[in-house]
């Protein structure tokens, strides 16, 4: 019998079944089988004949009555082996819930806690300033506690010292905190209260309602609705016509569950009970209880991030990928799947129909519909008559020249000017005074991009990666972005001795605190990955802003998803261009994409709304079509820019990355395994691929490993498949500096 193990072998092993045990065993049940000295849980695949000349081990028990993976997600897993080169095992092994991979199934209890919880929160930068001057270990805890979301356990602060427990206790008698003898910090996603969704649908959503409801299974709709055209709605009322029908059940895939709250929220709030939410806060028994109630039917549908996918629901009948442009999608470690991709073979499958919804479709999906391959549904305008933000661009070249030309003889140039600018000072001041709410997106975090030595041009780098360290005001140290590397700010330059360092390179930190200078009445709140380390701190803010005791949130990306906030009338971008200059052929797509979607914030509401996105690059067309929200304008110009050297959607891509512990070793193996290919290639003679690099990946050193990379192109997506599996598995990798080949089948980033 052949058994899949999550080891990187593509081929299963073989095993007997002992005398005495129930014959057959189906495909996708759950074995135990012995492994050297070990045993290990693997997923029978089906009968195999014995190889010839092999003592064949038998397999020591059958772990579960039935099947753990039904037909369909075995007939899944067995393509996204073969589309991302991945062991079977491998993929098997992400579809079933970490309870289930350990021999024993056991899932170890919570031990009770005491928990220490933010009581009192300091909105208030200058409050919070003021508070901590002379007192850093009680702003230490503070700041950890408040990135935690507002709640810690008493054991994490205690290898932090006793100085930290003083802290605490300070901070006990100050009121901020409270130190609770209790559990577990609560699920909060089963005490929120359900959205009840609007009650009728407007005729578009009516039209694209039914056109997906009367579609073939296995096919495949974009809905391709401006930002705030309801398309929540469309699919709840998909989900519910095929509930309706039959014993169907659905799957719902959103980009990051605590982003995206909000929506989660109005699926509960329309199905109530039949609802299972995966969210990343579930510990491994909560995971496995949701996983057996999917199972069991006892829940009907699945809602969660890309994993989500795999829920052990039967006879699904539509699976929903809402924001389907996300590169959240795709997972970054083994199997290196595209969940947008697999769902699609998912309903193939069973027969489900598949929903993609984006205001801002991904060129793949694009493409796919212009091909015939998915039927575009279109939701032109906003719901309940709201209509699209007006979007004012600020250009900050400009912003410059003219405050230089009016400033007196030898008067300073003033630098905040280029972070808000008058246009966008004036506009908060406006919503501040009318009691509105405005957004603020930076796409960078921390207090300035880097550190640089105004003698000798120094700049402060990580000492494992190839990359800047970022200098980080509260707590003041400079962190490395990539391994979390930390070094405290240098007095003077290590290198020439010069005192003047100059931070460069605006962050989220740097804007925070001009917020609050510029307007000290203003309760702001900052959301990016320094303040939401906790599992609920994205959505415990969201909440304060959705219950208008936030004026002005600011944020990265983060602030961009899903939100819909009826009272928020501006948005502004403080610097569009952080991420068009990556060397990465996505980053005009991703900038656009992300005007977009956090302009798609602002006037949700009767009282409209308005943006204003700063800029030194206005002309360039992921910015100039975001200000007209002309998706159409920028896919035209996009795809042509895609074209040669071909990029996808015209070509599928794998990108091979070679990484090792020396730089000329970990070279030399790029060089070497892409020559390696070539040479296959040629022998073969496959033809329709090509073959570019190897190269230093642009970023070439993270944590203490050397990166190069070569890219492996294809119109024809069944040869890439087998050129990218031959690599996987047949590329000889020599054995020294700890050389890995990874290939990434439809990779979204090529840093
Ligand atoms: P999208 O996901 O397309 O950006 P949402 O689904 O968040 O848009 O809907 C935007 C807002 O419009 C929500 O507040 C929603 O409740 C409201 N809405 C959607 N459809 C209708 C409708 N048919 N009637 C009234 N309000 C609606
Ligand atoms: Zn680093």
């Not at 309870?99 to 199934?105: D, K, R, T």
């Not at 090792?660 to 040479?679: I, S, V, Y």
């Not at 190069?708 to 000889?732: D, I, M, N, T, Y």
Request: with cysteine.
């Amino acid at each position: 019998m052949a058994v899949a193990l999550p080891v990187p072998l593509f081929h299963p092993l073989t095993y007997l079944v002992p005398p005495g045990m129930a014959w057959p065993v189906p495909p996708g049940s759950r074995v135990l089988v012995p492994v050297r000295q070990r045993r290990e849980v693997g997923i029978v695949l089906g009968e195999a004949p014995p190889p010839p000349g092999v003592a064949l081990k038998p397999l020591l028990a059958v772990l579960d009555a039935e099947p753990a993976l039904s037909a369909p997600l075995l007939a899944t897993a067995q393509w996204m082996a073969e589309w991302y080169a991945a062991p079977p095992g491998v993929v098997l092994r992400a579809m079933l819930p970490a309870a289930l991979a350990a021999p024993g199934g056991r899932m170890a209890a919570p031990a009770a806690s005491r928990v220490v919880r933010l009581v009192r929160e300091l909105p208030s930068l200058l409050e919070r300033e003021r508070l901590f001057a002379r007192a850093p270990q009680q702003r230490a805890v503070y700041d950890r506690l408040e990135a935690a979301g507002g709640a810690l356990p008493l054991a994490a602060l205690r290898p932090q010292g006793s100085g930290a427990l003083a802290a605490l206790r300070a901070l006990e008698r100050k009121g901020i905190v409270a130190v609770e003898a209790e559990g577990m910090v609560r699920d909060p996603f089963a005490a929120r209260p359900g959205v009840v969704p609007p009650a009728h649908p407007s005729a578009a959503q009516r039209a694209a309602i039914d056109a997906i409801v009367g579609g073939a299974p296995g096919s495949t709709f974009l809905l391709h609705g401006v930002t705030g055209s309801g398309k929540t709605l469309v699919y709840i009322e998909v989900l519910r016509e095929a509930l309706r029908r039959g014993d169907r059940t659905a799957i719902v895939l959103v980009p990051e569950i605590a982003l995206t709250a909000q929506t989660v929220d109005r699926f509960r709030g329309a199905f109530g009970d039949a609802v299972a939410v995966l969210h990343s806060g579930l510990g491994d028994g909560e995971r496995l209880d949701a996983w057996r109630a999917l199972r069991r039917g006892t829940r009907r549908i699945a809602v969660g991030a890309r994993s989500a996918l795999f829920a052990p629901l039967e006879r699904v009948g539509v699976v929903i990928v809402d924001e389907e442009h996300e590169g959240s999608y795709k997972q970054s470690e083994a199997p290196r799947y595209h969940a947008r991709e697999v769902a699609m073979v998912r309903a193939r499958h069973e027969g489900a129909v598949v929903v993609l919804g984006s205001a801002t479709p991904s060129l793949e999906s694009w493409e796919r519909a212009a091909r015939g391959r998915a039927v575009r549904l279109v939701l032109p305008e906003r719901a309940a008559g709201a209509r699209l933000p007006r979007v004012a661009v600020v250009d900050l070249r400009e912003v410059r020249q003219a405050a230089l030309a009016a400033r007196a003889p030898h008067a300073p140039y003033d630098p905040t000017l280029g972070v808000l600018s008058p246009a966008l000072h004036d506009a908060i001041a406006d919503r501040l005074a009318r009691g509105e709410q405005s957004l603020l997106l930076l796409n960078r975090r921390g207090y300035a991009a880097s550190l640089q030595c105004h003698g000798c041009g120094d700049v402060a780098g990580c000492p494992h990666c190839s990359i800047a360290l970022t200098y980080h005001r509260v707590p003041e140290g400079l962190v490395c972005h990539y391994c979390q590397h930390q070094a405290a700010v240098p007095a003077r330059c290590p290198r020439c001795g010069e005192a003047a360092l100059r931070r460069q390179g605006l962050g989220t930190q740097q804007v925070e605190r001009l917020v609050a200078e510029r307007f000290p009445g203003a309760r702001l709140a900052r959301m990016d990955v320094d303040t939401t380390s906790g599992k609920w701190a994205h959505a415990r803010i969201l909440d304060r802003v959705a219950a208008g005791e936030v004026d002005i949130l600011l944020g990265t990306q983060m602030i961009a998803k899903g939100l819909d906030f009826p009272n928020v009338t501006l948005v502004g971008v403080v610097d569009a261009d952080t991420g068009l200059n990556l060397p990465d052929f996505r980053a005009a797509e991703r900038t656009f994409q992300l005007l977009s979607q956090v302009a798609g914030r602002a006037g949700r509401g009767p009282k409209g709304g308005a943006v204003i996105i700063q800029t030194r690059l206005p002309t360039c067309h992921a910015v100039r079509h975001a200000l007209t929200h002309d998706y159409l304008g920028f896919v035209r110009e996009e795809l042509e820019a895609r074209r040669a050297p071909a990029y996808p959607p015209f070509v599928s891509l794998a990108n091979a990355v070679v990484s090792g512990t020396a730089e000329e070793a970990t070279a030399a193996a790029a060089t070497g395994a892409a020559d390696w290919l070539r040479g296959e290639l040629a022998v073969r003679g496959v033809r329709d691929v090509a073959v570019v690099g190897a190269a230093p990946c642009p970023v070439e050193r993270i944590k203490d490993r050397w990166r190069w990379h070569f890219l492996v192109k294809s119109a024809r997506q069944g040869v890439l498949s087998r050129v990218a599996r031959l690599l996987a598995e047949g590329c000889p990798v020599p054995g020294e500096a700890e050389v890995r080949l990874v290939v990434d089948r439809d990779p979204v980033s090529l840093l």
